[in-house]
Antibody, heavy 118, light 112 residues
């Protein structure tokens, strides 16, 4: 089965850092672009960052630019998100998602919760 | 950045009736080179991740019932459920992937 499994969420103080991981299985990881999408409690979906299949190209939402870094290890089938200078408004469920050939998001993980609070 | 605006924010439809959700983008998401609209629709049920329903504005994802259809081009799009079933109660989102910085609409809550 095609699967994405996020980990690394938790409670962190404002200004702190956290690293999220996403383990992929059931498909050729290196053939797909990937993104992180987040959803604040009771709110809508917000695209965060994406990375090309090779890892050479990345794009970030303005809200996280300069604070978050997306990366991938195609040898380990793993996607990562390094989050620095965290703010209360970064509190959300963070989903790892796979892009289809059309670039729509066809596979979603179950998400990992990040809470930024003192 | 491309802003996606959905209407209405919530919608109540009777079982078996038609439901239509609209989505408007702040700029065209039509790629003139391949004549494709870079627009997708997702369904999210409580406690679950979103599920891809429609891509390229009107192509149904594998396994999605044919009562779901997408239409529109350029900046104006619609998702139609031809005959509402109880299991269709959910929040629906449109998304543009025309630009590298993707964006979603605010969501439409569909109720019976």
């Amino acid at each position: 089965d095609v699967q994405l499994l996020e980990s690394g969420g938790g409670l962190v103080q404002p200004g702190g850092s956290l690293s999220l991981s996403c383990a992929a299985s059931g498909f050729t990881f290196s053939s797909y672009a990937l993104s992180w999408v987040r959803q604040a409690p009771g709110k809508g979906l917000e695209w965060v960052s994406c990375i090309s299949d090779s890892g050479h190209y990345t794009y970030d939402a303005d809200s996280v630019k300069g604070r978050f870094t997306i990366s991938r290890d195609n040898s380990k089938n793993t996607l990562s998100l390094q989050m620095n200078s965290l703010r209360a408004e970064d509190t959300a469920l963070y989903y790892c998602v796979r892009h289809t050939g059309s670039a729509a998001f066809d596979v979603w993980g179950q998400g990992t919760m990040v809470t930024v609070s003192s | 950045d491309i802003v996606m605006t959905q209407s209405p924010d919530s919608l109540a439809v009777s079982l078996g009736e038609r439901a239509t959700i609209n989505c408007k983008s702040s700029q065209s998401v039509l790629n003139s080179f391949n004549n494709r609209n870079y627009l997708a629709w997702y369904q999210q049920k409580p406690g679950q991740p979103p599920k891809l329903l429609i891509y390229w504005a009107s192509d149904r994802q594998s396994g999605v019932p044919d009562r779901f259809s997408g239409s529109g081009s350029g900046t104006d799009f619609s998702l139609t459920i031809s005959s509402l079933q109880a299991e269709d109660v959910a929040v629906y989102y449109c998304q543009q992937f025309y630009s590298a910085s993707s964006s979603f609409g605010q969501g439409t809550k569909l109720e019976i």
